[in-house]
């Protein structure tokens, strides 16, 4: 049996993106033990949704590498989502790496 070629397999849908940045969210502010207002996490999930397209091929090419995914949520989002969260990013930062498995 091959291996499985990630170039082969079919990008994911919009809303397959949409439910997979909201849940990790989700599970990220859980660790934290924080409340976010609902305006502001959906803010947050926007934020992410559009980072995660806006480097969808990338991302889809790393799929098996949480660690590498993880380095780039932390580059590409955690700052942008520790100011819009008012939260300290380094704690966001490892939260969402236990909760990613990254």
């Not at 559009?50 to 995914?69: A, D, F, P, S, T």
Request: aromatic share 8%; proline share 4%; glycine share 4%.
């Amino acid at each position: 049996m091959k291996p499985r070629e990630r170039h082969l397999d079919p990008l994911p849908s919009a809303r397959k993106i949409r439910r997979a940045c909201q849940n990790e969210l989700y599970r990220t502010v859980k660790r934290m033990k924080v409340y976010i207002p609902d305006a502001l996490m959906k803010q947050g999930e926007e934020l992410y949704v559009n980072k995660v397209i806006g480097n969808l091929i990338w991302i889809h090419e790393h799929g098996n590498n949480r660690k590498e995914l993880a380095d780039w949520w932390e580059e590409a989002v955690s700052e942008e989502l520790a100011a819009l969260w008012q939260v300290d990013k380094n704690r966001l930062t490892d939260c969402f790496r236990k909760a990613f498995g990254g």
